[in-house]
Nanobody, 118 residues
Framework: QVQLQESGPGLVKPSQTLSLTCTVSGGSITTSYYYWTWIRQTPGKGLEWMGAIAYEGSNYYSPSLKSRTSISRDTSKNQFSLQLSSVTPEDTAVYYC??????????WGQGTQVTVSS
């Protein structure tokens, strides 16, 4: 069974870069045709799709976050990572990594709370 686990700082200062890593076990991030995705949830906006990196390495980003978002991967560690720059308190959220296909997101991490505050 595929398992995903987010890791990273729980507190980030405004204007800094938020960095999170998702470690995947039970399946390879290079397996066709999955998309390894970052999604966040805020009380006010609900679930927000941020972006993804595909099995072959292509990137896809939300238009509203594209200028601040970078998603990369380390296939040797079976991990993919999120960087969100110039954060503000509005970026405070629970961040999830998930495995997506054309039909669904079938495996999710447990989520990690990130608070942006000085």
């Amino acid at each position: 069974q595929v398992q995903l686990q987010e890791s990273g700082p729980g507190l980030v200062k405004p204007s800094q870069t938020l960095s999170l890593t998702c470690t995947v076990s039970g399946g390879s991030i290079t397996t066709s045709y999955y998309y390894w995705t970052w999604i966040r949830q805020t009380p006010g906006k609900g679930l927000e799709w941020m972006g993804a990196i595909a099995y072959e390495g292509s990137n896809y980003y939300s238009p509203s976050l594209k200028s601040r978002t970078s998603i990369s991967r380390d296939t040797s560690k079976n991990q993919f990572s999120l960087q969100l720059s110039s954060v503000t308190p509005e970026d405070t959220a629970v961040y999830y990594c998930a495995r997506g296909s054309t039909n669904e997101y079938d495996y999710w991490g447990q989520g990690t709370q990130v608070t942006v505050s000085s």
